[in-house]
């Protein structure tokens, strides 16, 4: 079994109305993605080798407004202020696989054959660097317990979960099969191609290599994301040891994270928020083992959120620390995406030494769940396809020093 490593980070990220010209100068910047909406994809192609060209349009970016602006820092806090929610696989269990293992074939989607489903290439990923862009997906999908319906694909190897987008992806809340500084738009032989037929929706990396490694081989590996909520991870071509890719421009992870973000009031304005990020879970893979003919599968296991009665909820051997909280009508240990509204409705105390007789003949006053609004979002400008380049078949974006994005 691979060493793997299960802990909690807390996060923060605070918005200052200070902060923009400093923040946009940082060196962190050089860690930040692009997200584009998307809203009409290439058509599927049969020859991977091909020339390709670009035929849909870049869509409308949608970041977070606080974001938008720039106006971000985030920090990890001391470890000494960190609290450590898991120590062992309570959401997941994993498994792994080597060369010699039959399994790690059987894992693998051949994308080529086509009782897979119908495969896309997306274009603008196969030719950009540091660029992500949002897919919606064919059924929910359940992360954490979460079920998502759209998720975000980056160039550098990793899939992007959280539904507040911002800028700095690789922080947490993703699913990794090798997240790197890869650049797919160095070779005409590189490209992120994707297909989703109901069951499970695959990504796969095929040829990206490494700015200023670009000689030393090209990458090839995949994730799939099934409808039961199972992951795998699956490499076929490695052709550097993971120990040595890493990068300033860009960290190394193979894993699954996941977190929630809660509001308050910042202590330097009134006018302004603080957001905290807070990394409730993380999974990390030993990158050393992470060979050709690979693989590593995730099974998720039962948590509170799937319950939906009260006597569920305390009685379910399946599940330990779970609360119900009745003015929600949720189940929840309070280590998840609804965080906030946990403590908007005074969850924990609610359900403190309750019993579910304790809430039967308040039945009539339940309230429905009410979402507090935690980010506005709002959209760029849509981008124009005004200039091309004199090879058809690759397109650059550029982030200019304001935040826009120009397609040239």
């Not at 074939?105 to 054959?113: F, I």
């Not at 300033?248 to 193979?254: G, L, N, S, Y």
């Not at 003919?293 to 779970?322: G, R």
């Not at 403190?352 to 304790?358: F, G, M, N, Q, V």
Request: net charge negative; proline share 4%.
């Amino acid at each position: 079994m691979w060493n793997m490593c299960f802990s909690s980070v807390m996060l923060l990220l605070c918005f200052s109305q200070t902060e923009l010209a400093r923040v946009w100068t940082q060196q962190q910047t050089d860690n930040w993605y692009s997200v584009i909406a998307q809203q009409h994809e290439a058509s599927p192609r049969d020859d991977d080798h091909a020339h390709r060209t670009w035929r849909s349009s870049l869509g409308r970016a949608r970041i977070s407004r606080a974001i938008l602006g720039g106006e971000l820092t985030i920090n990890t806090l001391p470890d000494n202020m960190t609290r450590v929610v898991e120590d062992s696989g309570k959401y997941y269990t994993t498994r792994s696989f080597g060369p010699e293992d039959q399994h790690t074939q059987e894992l693998w989607v051949d994308m080529s054959d086509i009782r897979h489903g119908q495969v896309r290439v997306h274009g603008m990923l196969s030719n950009s660097y540091k660029q992500a862009v949002m897919v919606a997906l064919s059924f929910e999908f359940p992360f954490y317990g979460h079920y998502l319906r759209q998720i975000t694909i980056a160039t550098g190897g990793f899939i992007f979960t959280g539904d507040i987008t911002h800028r700095m992806l690789t922080v947490t809340q993703y699913i990794a099969p090798l997240m790197a500084n890869f650049d797919p738009s160095y070779s005409k032989e590189s490209t992120v191609k994707y297909l989703d037929n109901g069951e499970v929706f695959v990504v796969q990396w095929e040829r990206v290599r490494l700015p200023g490694k670009e000689s030393q081989g090209a990458f090839t590996f995949q994730a799939a994301l099934y409808k039961t909520g199972a992951i795998t991870f699956c490499y076929r071509d490695i052709p550097l040891s993971l120990d040595v890719i890493s990068s300033p421009e860009h960290p190394v992870k193979v894993g699954l994270s996941d977190a929630f973000m809660v509001t308050s009031p910042s202590s330097q304005s009134t006018d302004t928020q603080r957001r905290t990020i807070y990394e409730y879970h993380r999974v990390e893979i030993n990158i050393t083992k992470i060979t050709n003919y690979s693989a590593v599968e995730f099974t998720p296991l039962p948590t509170c959120l799937q319950h939906d009665s009260c006597h569920l909820c305390l009685s379910s051997n399946q599940t330990s620390d779970c609360s119900w909280c009745n003015v929600l009508q949720r189940c929840s240990d309070g280590m998840d995406r609804h965080r906030q509204e946990w403590l908007d409705y005074a969850c924990s105390e609610e359900s403190k030494d309750a019993t579910c007789e304790d809430y039967t003949s308040d039945d009539s006053s339940v309230s429905p769940s009410v979402t507090p609004e935690m980010e506005d979002v709002t959209s760029l400008t849509p981008l124009r396809n005004g200039c091309q380049s004199d090879d058809y078949t690759k397109h650059h974006i550029l982030k200019t020093g304001s935040g826009k994005l120009i397609l040239v």
